[in-house]
């Protein structure tokens, strides 16, 4: 018999169910998460405002954080997609992009793949870990007008400050 079933965010929209059921032989709790797990990413790691050039034809680095709640390392990068138009990561690595010590994971993706577009305020990734579940996470990001003397390949605004 189901004595309590209790619904909670847990963390960053993580969604917790407890049960607890009597048998003759003893008790059995069972305990589990559904939902996407709640992942923090980091858009263009090192900068904020995150700007964006939608008409680049550069890539975009986002960062999946290892935190104390998420080990970046279980992402599986071939499942990973990000923003509106669902872009896979052009590459990925594992490596300790926000210098507290252990890895994330950092992919790049085409810029013009994502279907960020002038005036979007945020992007958002999805994936799956190594044995299936769902992950999500959002990070703000600022659209800019192409520079015209802009001639690298990045996203970065190389005039933004004048």
Request: hydrophobic share 35%; charged share 25%.
């Amino acid at each position: 018999m189901i004595l309590a079933a209790v619904l909670s965010v847990a963390g960053a929209g993580v969604f917790a169910y407890f049960s607890d059921t009597e048998a003759s032989i003893g008790n059995t709790f069972i305990a589990g998460t559904w939902g996407p797990i709640g992942v923090e990413i980091d858009i263009k790691p090192g900068s904020f405002p995150n700007s964006i050039n939608p008409d680049s034809k550069g890539v975009i680095p986002v960062a999946i954080l290892t935190t104390s709640d998420f080990d970046a390392s279980i992402v599986d990068p071939d499942t990973v997609l990000f923003g509106l138009l669902g872009a896979w990561a052009e590459h990925w690595a594992l490596e300790d992009i926000d210098s507290d010590g252990d890895e994330d994971m950092i992919l790049h993706f085409r810029t013009q793949d994502t279907g960020i577009t002038a005036g979007d305020t945020e992007a958002e990734l999805t994936g799956k870990t190594l044995d299936g579940r769902d992950i999500h996470g959002s990070d703000s990001v600022r659209t800019v007008p192409p520079c015209d003397d802009d001639d690298d390949d990045d996203d970065y605004d190389d005039h933004e400050d004048d």
